[in-house]
Structure formats: C-alpha cells, structure tokens
C-alpha cells in the first residue's frame, strides 16, 4: 500500500549540484521519519539523511556542508539537495520511511567529468 518514488537524479560534474525528490502515497506521510540512503555498486547501502516530524535533520559525516534533507508534507515530499558534488557521492539514491522499512525503487546519480 506504501508506495515511494524517487525523481532527479541524472550525470552531473563535480562541483555541481542536483536535487532529488521523494513522494509518497499510501501513508499518512506527516507523522513520519523520512530518510535518503545510497548504495554504490560493491558496497553496502548507507544512511545519508534523515529529518523528522518536526524538521530534524541529520546526515552522514560525508556529506555535511554539501546536502540538505527537507520535506514538504502538505505535498507528501521529501527532497535532498546536493551540492558541490564528487565523484564519491556516484550511487543509487532511495528514500525511505523509516518507521515501516518501506523503501523506493531508487534514483541513479553519476558524478563524473
């Protein structure tokens, strides 16, 4: 019943930016912790940020000064912009509500010249 999609990601040099969108449907999305992972291929997926009901973020020590979560429930959103991108930061980005576990189906973002 939960369904989240993820939109924006796309191939970007570094130093750039992108901003990726989240929206939700199936939940009664204000109450919820909302969270981005990413996965790059080999490697586990990590938690990159969260922000609470209210907005209360967090973020991964890799992208602090760089990405920022926000959310817009009214419109059942959950955003993250990135910037001053690297080429580290190339994975598959899933947003994800964290107190069901229900995730997206992932959105690619490559930071290369």
């Known amino acids: 019943q939960v369904q989240l999609v993820e939109s924006g990601g796309g191939l970007v040099q570094p130093g750039g930016s992108l901003r990726l969108s989240c929206v939700a449907s199936?939940?009664?999305?204000?109450?919820?912790?909302m969270a981005w992972y990413r996965q790059a291929p080999g490697k586990e997926r990590e938690l990159v940020a969260t922000i609470s009901t209210p907005d209360r973020t967090n973020y991964a020590d890799s992208v602090k000064g760089r990405f920022t979560i926000s959310r817009d429930n009214a419109k059942n959103m959950v955003y993250l912009q990135m910037n001053s991108l690297k080429p580290e930061d190339t994975a598959v980005y899933y947003c994800k509500l964290m107190q069901t576990g229900a995730w997206g189906q992932g959105t690619l973002v490559t930071v290369s010249p």
């Open positions: 199936g939940v009664i999305f204000s109450i919820y912790t």
